[in-house]
Structure formats: structure tokens, C-alpha cells
């Protein structure tokens, strides 16, 4: 079985949930076991630290990680992708309280069960449930599970913010020092820009630069890429070299791009009364990338290929051409009859003392 990139994308996406609520649930029963312990009369209302029953619940405690997750990545975020952060945090919140509810009624009777090694249904098993619900054990269940949702909640807000890429190389310090490494970079910007930002205004441009953006989303998942920097009307994408040259992508990406945006036109006509289009760049070169920022923190690259291949894009409509890449991307890739290559020369790029050789490409869709 080949998972998509998008799938993949979702899975990592869903694991560090897991991960929060292991930690947390670990050290939690931990905690429970050090309160707890030689103190009878509240453990009655509490279940036994048996090997058997904290295996059960650091693997339940560990689902139910990942459902959040899941559910959050699917489903809650999208519901209130367009909500303030703190009407996001609030309705999650009273979301998921109602579902632990049911979460706490199906595992606690479990659980007792296996210490009291007897069926679910034995009397003792529910009467055991009736004095941990108005127990002080309770409470502190609840507490465990609010907190446990409530950093879930944060950390998918941060990641959805900032992105997971840069969430995972601030945690692990992947660029706290800098790095030299080979990237290839896509400038994509959107034409007649101003026009349109005249014609709707502020306000309702905004709301199709959302809207735009959100639509390029999927194929820029799919082809592997990463958004660098949303710069206004522009969008730039980067692989690492061999993510980009493997199977085309960072050239697929452009015409998954095309395609998406061409199959919701209708959408984009009648609710802004335009259709935003693009022209792009592509090319690629050495870059070093490393943690910059005082009062904000970023992951930045610098080198002359960011440079260059603004300076190519500037170029589209004096070729009159939606895409232009340097001949020396073209030459990595491994292209076939799928796509068809045009020379477009060697102009001299302003601020640039050498020329560097251009292509155009049409895609020939089967």
C-alpha cells in the first residue's frame, strides 16, 4: 500500500497528539501512584496501580491522543479555521469535555474490571464507577484530561500558525545553528494583482487571498513542498533537492497548481467576480538556512538562488509565459515526453553579472 503525500502529511501531523497525551498521561499516573500511595481511603475510589492496568491506560490514554488528533485535523479545524483563537480554544474545549464524558464511561469500567478480575458486568465493577464519579479521583481525572486537551489544543494552534516543519526543527534545534544545503525555490506570483485589489477592496481581497492560498494548499502538500513566505500576493516553495527533483515534483507542483485553481473558476467568478491566476519561477542553488529573529523567532534562508529566482520570475510577462525555470534545474530533472520544453534564451538578470539560460515547459496531460 503507497500512502499519498497528503496522507502522510496527516499522519505525522496526528502523532505528536499521541505523543502529548503519553507523556502526560505517564506522568500523571506517576503522580497519582506518589499521592496515592499507603493513603486507603482515598485509593478505594481509585484503581490499583497493577502492571496490567497501567499498560491498559497509557494505551488508551495514547488513542485517545491520537483521536483528538485526528478529529482536530479533520474535522474541528476546519469548523472553526475562520473563529478567533480564544472561540477556537473555548468551543474545542467544551467539544471534547462532552466526549472524555463518554471516553470515562466505557474505559473506567474496563479497567476495574481487570483489577477486580471479573466481568464488566458484575455489580461490583458499576458500584466501583458510582463512588469514583463523585470522588476527589474524579476530579483529578478531569483535571489530567483538561490539561492534557488544553496543550493539544496550543500546539495545534502553534503548528497550524507557524507550521509543523518549523515547529519540529524549532523543537529539535535542527537549525539553531546554520546549515548549508541545496534547495530549489518556486516564486508564484499572482497577476494583475493590484488591479483586482482595486476592484474589491481591501476587505473582500483579503478574503480571496485566503481563499486563493487555502486552494494551493493541496498540491503544494502533494508534490512535497514547503511554504517559505507568504509575501503579499506571492507565494515561495521550496523542496530540498532531491524532494524536488524526485519524480518531477516541484514541477508538478506548479501544474497541480494550475489545475486546482482552473477546476474551482466558476467558485472564485461568482463570489469575488475574478479569477486569480499565477505565473512562477523555478530554479534552485545553495542556501544557508539557520534560526534568525530577536522578538520573533523565524527559520530564514539566505543565498543568491532566492535572489536569482525572483529576478526569473520578474521575467514571465516579458516572455509572456506562466512559468520559467533555469536550464540548470531542467538539466536535474529526469523529464519525458510529459512535458514538452521550449528555450526561451539567455537574458542577463538585473544585478547579476552572468546570464543564466532559460526554458519554459507545457505539460501534455494524457
Not at 116 to 130: E, K, M, Q
Not at 198 to 221: C, M, P, Q, T, W
Not at 314 to 320: A, S, V
Request: proline content about 2%; hydrophobic content about 45%; aromatic content about 14%.
Amino acid at each position: 500500500m503507497i500512502l499519498t503525500a497528503n496522507t502522510k502529511r496527516n499522519i505525522l501531523r496526528v502523532i505528536p497528539f499521541g505523543i502529548i497525551w503519553l507523556v502526560f498521561g505517564a506522568l500523571f499516573l506517576w503522580i497519582e501512584y506518589a499521592a496515592l500511595d499507603n493513603q486507603k481511603n482515598i485509593a478505594d475510589t481509585a484503581i490499583q496501580m497493577k502492571t496490567d492496568v497501567v499498560v491498559f491506560a497509557l494505551i488508551g490514554i495514547t488513542f485517545v491522543g491520537f483521536l483528538v488528533g485526528f478529529i482536530e485535523l479533520i474535522y474541528l479545524n476546519r469548523l472553526f479555521e475562520k473563529q478567533s483563537f480564544l472561540v477556537k480554544i473555548i468551543s474545542k474545549f467544551l467539544i471534547y469535555s462532552l466526549f472524555f464524558v463518554v471516553v470515562i464511561l466505557i474505559t473506567f469500567p474496563i479497567a476495574a474490571s481487570l483489577e477486580l478480575n471479573t466481568s464488566i458486568f458484575d455489580n461490583r465493577v458499576w458500584n466501583r464507577y458510582g463512588a469514583f464519579f463523585f470522588s476527589i479521583t474524579n476530579a483529578s481525572t478531569i483535571i489530567q484530561l483538561s490539561f492534557s486537551l488544553l496543550v493539544s489544543l496550543l500546539y495545534a494552534e502553534i503548528s497550524e500558525n507557524i507550521g509543523q516543519n518549523v515547529l519540529l526543527n524549532f523543537f529539535t534545534g535542527k537549525y539553531h545553528k546554520p546549515v548549508t544545503e541545496n534547495r530549489i525555490f518556486m516564486f508564484a506570483d499572482m497577476k494583475s494583482s493590484t488591479t483586482i485589489a482595486e476592484e474589491l477592496g481591501h476587505i473582500k481581497y483579503f478574503e480571496l487571498l485566503r481563499s486563493y492560498y487555502f486552494d494551493l494548499s493541496n498540491a503544494i502538500v502533494k508534490n512535497q513542498g514547503e511554504v517559505y513566505q507568504y509575501i503579499g500576493d506571492e507565494i515561495v516553495i521550496s523542496w530540498k533537492l532531491k524532494n524536488g527533483l524526485k519524480n518531477n515534483q516541484c514541477l508538478h507542483c506548479f501544474y497541480d497548481m494550475k489545475s486546482d485553481l482552473k477546476a474551482l473558476k466558476n467558485k472564485y467568478l461568482k463570489k469575488f467576480g475574478v479569477f486569480p491566476d499565477f505565473k512562477a519561477a523555478l530554479h534552485f542553488g545553495e542556501v544557508t538556512t539557520g534560526e534568525i529573529g530577536a522578538l520573533k523567532k523565524e527559520i530564514f534562508f539566505t543565498g543568491d538562488v532566492l535572489n536569482t529566482t525572483a529576478r526569473i520570475q520578474g521575467l514571465c510577462q516579458d516572455y509572456g509565459v506562466d512559468l520559467l525555470l533555469s536550464k540548470t534545474l531542467m538539466d536535474r530533472l529526469y523529464l519525458n515526453d510529459t512535458f514538452t520544453v521550449e528555450p526561451m534564451g539567455k537574458p542577463q538578470l538585473k544585478g547579476k553579472i552572468d546570464s543564466l539560460e532559460l526554458v519554459t515547459t507545457t505539460f501534455n496531460r494524457t
